[in-house]
């Protein structure tokens, strides 16, 4: 509110609806991720029973001790930093020439190009061809299965091009031709010097959707060797239920095993989100401006 400004009934009114609104919203989104976090360090009898709703009830670490006792999760973690660096750095080597390319008004069939790329947004051969492709050119159960048919997005390159059209003044790039700069030196030297904030976004956006990614994992690779931490995680989880169900004859022995079992299981399930979450969740915060960035990225200048 502008100094100097009375603010009337109705603006008052408005103000404390939106603090109302803001803060449910802020509950909303809040109390699952803090719901996890005390589930994952509270007696399992407590959450089954309800009794923990938000804070932690019998703090217990066995969760997360049974997580990290079992090597293939540290493995996991080193092939999805693996995963997610190779895959960024090919996203953006394959995303920012192809933005730079389609906002050049004087790129000859820019517009058919552009069809192009967004009609791949629309119509797909489909799961069944793909991996047929895939296996044809050999990568299947290698990293390259994983980093190349996901190697560029066409939103994207749609937003980085309009980065480009809009942030890059045409002058600019006129100037450098006329002094006899080519278009790869043009490039390489003075646009992407300033196009930082658009990079940041797009490794921001391909690093966090390569970390998050398990689905071409599950399709491609047949070693566990070489499984992602989402995949690990997805495998421990799966197992503990199979685990806790168990089988044959029921008696009361029988039965307090099982449901120790089941216990167990549900502890391990919180332990494992939390352990494949934090690491985005630790970075976000010091990263959020660049989202908010991404996000305002081809709005109307004054």
Same mark, same amino acid.
């Given at each position: 509110?502008?100094?100097?400004?009375?603010?009337?009934?109705r603006?008052?009114?408005?103000l #404390?609806?939106?603090?109302?609104?803001? *803060?449910?919203a802020?509950?909303?989104?809040?109390?699952?991720l803090?719901?996890?976090? *005390?589930?994952s360090i509270?007696d399992p +009898?407590?959450?089954? !029973?309800?009794? &923990?709703?938000l804070?932690?009830?019998?703090?217990?670490?066995d969760?997360?001790?049974?997580?990290?006792?079992?090597?293939s999760?540290?493995?996991?973690?080193?092939n999805t930093?693996v995963?997610?660096?190779?895959?960024?750095?090919?996203?953006?080597?394959v995303?920012?020439?192809a933005?730079?390319?389609?906002?050049?008004k004087?790129?000859?069939?820019?517009?058919f190009f552009?069809?192009?790329?967004?009609?791949?947004?629309?119509?797909?051969?489909?799961l #069944?061809?793909?991996?047929l492709l895939?296996? $044809?050119?050999?990568m299947?159960?290698?990293?390259?299965?994983?980093?190349?048919p996901s190697?560029?997005?066409?939103?994207?390159?749609?937003v980085s091009?309009?980065? @480009? $059209?809009s942030?890059?003044?045409?002058?600019?790039?006129?100037?450098a031709?006329?002094?006899?700069c080519?278009?790869?030196?043009? @490039?390489?030297?003075i646009?992407l010097?300033?196009s930082?904030?658009?990079?940041?976004? &797009?490794?921001?956006?391909?690093?966090?959707?390569?970390?998050?990614s398990?689905?071409?994992a599950?399709?491609?690779?047949n070693?566990?060797a070489?499984?992602?931490?989402?995949?690990?995680?997805?495998?421990i989880?799966v197992?503990?239920?199979?685990s806790?169900?168990g089988?044959?004859?029921?008696?009361? !022995?029988?039965?307090?095993a099982?449901? !120790?079992?089941?216990?167990?299981?549900e502890?391990?399930?919180?332990a494992?989100?939390i352990?494949a979450?934090?690491?985005?969740?630790?970075?976000?915060?010091?990263?959020?401006?660049?989202?908010?960035?991404?996000?305002?990225?081809? !709005?109307? +200048?004054g």
């Amino acid at each position: 509110m502008l100094s100097g400004v009375k603010e009337t009934k109705r603006d008052k009114l408005f103000l #404390v609806c939106n603090y109302i609104f803001v *803060s449910l919203a802020l509950l909303i989104v809040l109390y699952p991720l803090v719901y996890m976090i *005390s589930a994952s360090i509270s007696d399992p +009898k407590y959450v089954g !029973s309800g009794e &923990m709703w938000l804070w932690p009830k019998g703090i217990t670490f066995d969760g997360y001790k049974r997580v990290f006792e079992n090597s293939s999760i540290w493995t996991g973690y080193r092939n999805t930093i693996v995963y997610t660096v190779v895959g960024t750095a090919i996203n953006l080597v394959v995303t920012l020439p192809a933005a730079y390319a389609l906002s050049r008004k004087d790129f000859v069939g820019r517009n058919f190009f552009t069809a192009m790329f967004m009609f791949t947004m629309f119509f797909g051969g489909g799961l #069944v061809p793909t991996y047929l492709l895939i296996k $044809q050119l050999g990568m299947i159960n290698t990293i390259w299965a994983i980093v190349i048919p996901s190697a560029a997005s066409i939103w994207n390159i749609i937003v980085s091009r309009t980065f @480009f $059209q809009s942030s890059i003044p045409r002058e600019l790039q006129e100037a450098a031709q006329i002094d006899g700069c080519t278009n790869m030196r043009l @490039f390489i030297k003075i646009i992407l010097p300033l196009s930082m904030p658009i990079i940041a976004v &797009m490794a921001l956006f391909y690093g966090v959707g390569n970390w998050n990614s398990y689905f071409s994992a599950l399709i491609y690779l047949n070693d566990t060797a070489k499984y992602p931490l989402q995949l690990v995680l997805r495998q421990i989880l799966v197992l503990q239920q199979m685990s806790a169900q168990g089988g044959g004859a029921i008696d009361a !022995s029988t039965a307090a095993a099982m449901n !120790s079992k089941a216990e167990i299981a549900e502890l391990v399930k919180y332990a494992v989100i939390i352990v494949a979450t934090v690491p985005v969740i630790v970075i976000y915060p010091f990263l959020q401006r660049y989202f908010v960035q991404g996000v305002m990225i081809g !709005s109307v +200048k004054g």
